[in-house]
């Protein structure tokens, strides 16, 4: 099946530091990509929308200065956390649509961020 | 705007049994999908069943069915014979019929414990 690889798995960045987080489509191409937040013991928070050659849409409430998104290929998104703070620290997964119609989403394996 | 409720926080179920897990949504909209997705202590989002909204057939995978009553807006997963390894958190989500950056929407989660 399609499969879609986030890295790094883990980072440890120090507060004031940014750290890029690279989402990629392995077998399949992905026009749009999403990107998630998860809180511990908590649903999935979506951040943002991913629109290869375009500007992001962000969701309500996320910073775009901090949260960078670029999607310069079809097969690439990444997510840019610039000057983390510890309470940025948190669980962070992409996800990328299969085929035409959209109906089938696939989640890459996700990225921990500590900023300590 | 389009919600998705889940009331269970935990479930707990024993080896070989059926579980059914409970998930309510609402949404205006006539053509949609209805997703269950399963996250492991892995963190991994893997995609357990879909179910088309124009579908009156319900969804069917392996151990795992859904119970789809579009009228009531009503999505429940049944696991039947449990296995320890479907112990995990799981999400029902929606997502708009068509539209390539159509967003998932995510409840907050039922976290099922299989015990031996």
């Not at chain 1, 999607?71 to 983390?84: M, N, R």
């Not at chain 2, 053509?31 to 357990?48: A, E, G, H, T």
């Not at chain 2, 009553?69 to 989500?93: H, P, R, T, V, W």
């Amino acid at each position: 099946g399609a499969v879609v690889s986030q890295h790094p798995s883990w980072v440890i960045c120090k507060s004031g530091t940014s750290v890029k987080i690279e989402c990629r489509s392995l077998d399949f191409q992905a026009t749009t990509m999403f990107w998630y937040r998860q809180f511990p013991k908590q649903s999935l928070m979506l951040m943002a929308t991913s629109n290869e050659g375009s500007k992001a849409t962000y969701e309500q409430g996320v910073e775009k200065d901090k949260f960078l998104i670029n999607h310069a290929s079809l097969t690439l998104s990444t997510l840019t956390v610039t000057s983390a703070h510890p309470e940025d620290s948190s669980f962070y997964i992409c996800s990328a649509r299969v085929g035409d119609s959209g109906n089938t989403i696939y989640f890459g394996e996700g990225s921990w961020l500590t900023v300590v | 705007a389009q919600t998705v409720t889940q009331s269970q926080p935990e479930m707990s179920v024993q080896e070989a049994e059926t579980v059914t897990l409970s998930c309510t949504y609402d949404t205006s909209e006539s053509d949609y999908y209805l997703f269950w997705y399963k996250q492991p202590p892995s963190r991994q989002m893997i995609l357990v069943i879909r179910q088309e909204a124009y579908k009156q057939q319900n969804a069917t995978e392996n151990r795992f069915s859904v119970n789809f009553q579009k009228a009531a807006k009503s999505f429940s997963l049944k696991i039947s014979d449990s296995q320890l390894g479907d112990a995990a958190m799981y999400f029902c989500a929606y997502k708009n019929y068509g539209g390539a950056t159509n967003k998932l929407i995510f409840g907050t989660g039922t976290l099922l414990a299989v015990q031996p």
